[in-house]
């Protein structure tokens, strides 16, 4: 038996890489069917509306309306707006009805210089909330 016909000799190297492609294929297909199986891309999904919302102030700087000016039609049953605690929430998103451009999502009034606005969407299915838009009272 002579050295150089043992390194030469290359018969066995395509079953190796066949039996490294197989697998390799099989992890992938786990990992597709595995994604699916657990629900995890049903999460991807569910990402906030994009919205356009104006803050109109009112000259004193102590009431604002918020208005929706372009986008997404909402579910108003998925919005909250989160504004300081001296403040008052006149008329809140209504959570009957869906909210498109040119309706007016919420009003707020006894606002002070500074204070901050936030509109946030909920998710439906309770799993998340994003903030859509915040302004601060002039």
Do not use: C
């Not at 605690?85 to 998103?93: F, G, K, R, V």
């Amino acid at each position: 038996m002579k050295i150089s016909n043992l390194v030469s000799e290359d018969r066995a190297v395509s079953p190796v890489i066949g039996v490294i492609l197989m697998v390799a294929i099989t992890v992938i297909l786990a990992a597709v069917i595995g994604t699916f199986v657990l629900g995890l891309g049903d999460q991807v999904q569910n990402n906030s509306p994009n919205v356009q919302v104006a803050y109109q102030y009112a000259s004193s700087g102590s009431e604002v309306d918020l208005v929706h000016e372009g986008g997404d039609t909402v579910d108003g049953n998925e919005l909250d707006l989160s504004i300081p605690a001296s403040a008052t929430l006149d008329t809140a998103p209504n959570s009957s009805s869906s909210i498109t451009t040119g309706d007016i999502i919420a009003e707020a009034s006894s606002l002070s210089s500074g204070d901050s606005i936030q509109l946030i969407w909920n998710n439906p299915n309770g799993q998340s909330s994003s903030i859509i838009s915040k302004s601060n009272a002039p």
